[in-house]
Nanobody, 124 residues
Framework: VQLQASGGGLVQAGGSLRLSCAASGRTFSRYAIGWFRQAPGKEREFVAAINWSGASTSYADSVKGRFTIARDNAKNTVYLQMNSLKPEDTAVYYC??????????????????WGQGTLVTVSS
C-alpha cells in the first residue's frame, strides 16, 4: 500500500487543521493506520492510531481531547482532525500502515508502510 499525507500548513495557536492520509490498494481496509510526528531535533513520536474497522483508536496523552482520528474505507482515507492547536504541535506529520494487527500499536517499528509527511506549523 502507498500512503499520501496532506493537509498540513500554517495556523495560529488555538486553530484547527485536518490532515488526510490517502492510500492506494484494494486492501486498505485491512490496515490499521497510525499518525506520528517529528519536530526539529526530536524523536518521532506517536500521535494517534485507528484499527481496520475504525472501532478501536488510541491517542497520545498530549493530544487527547484535541485530536480525533477517523477513517473512510470507501475512500481509502484516514483523517486526523486537530483542534486547539498549540505551538508544541509543530512538526512533520506522517501516516503509516500496519497490516493485520487486531489491536492498534503505538510503536513506529510495528508499521509496515509510511507516507512522505506533511508539515504543520502552529504560530503563537
Amino acid at each position: 500500500v502507498q500512503l499520501q499525507a496532506s493537509g498540513g500548513g500554517l495556523v495560529q495557536a488555538g486553530g484547527s487543521l485536518r490532515l488526510s492520509c490517502a492510500a492506494s490498494g484494494r486492501t486498505f481496509s485491512r490496515y490499521a493506520i497510525g499518525w506520528f510526528r517529528q519536530a526539529p531535533g526530536k524523536e518521532r513520536e506517536f500521535v494517534a492510531a485507528i484499527n481496520w474497522s475504525g472501532a478501536s483508536t488510541s491517542y497520545a496523552d498530549s493530544v487527547k481531547g484535541r485530536f480525533t482520528i477517523a477513517r473512510d474505507n470507501a475512500k481509502n482515507t484516514v483523517y486526523l482532525q486537530m483542534n486547539s492547536l498549540k505551538p508544541e504541535d509543530t512538526a512533520v506529520y506522517y501516516c503509516a500502515a500496519d497490516y493485520g494487527r487486531v489491536v492498534v500499536t503505538t510503536t513506529a517499528t510495528d508499521y509496515d508502510y509510511w507516507g512522505q509527511g506533511t508539515l504543520v506549523t502552529v504560530s503563537s
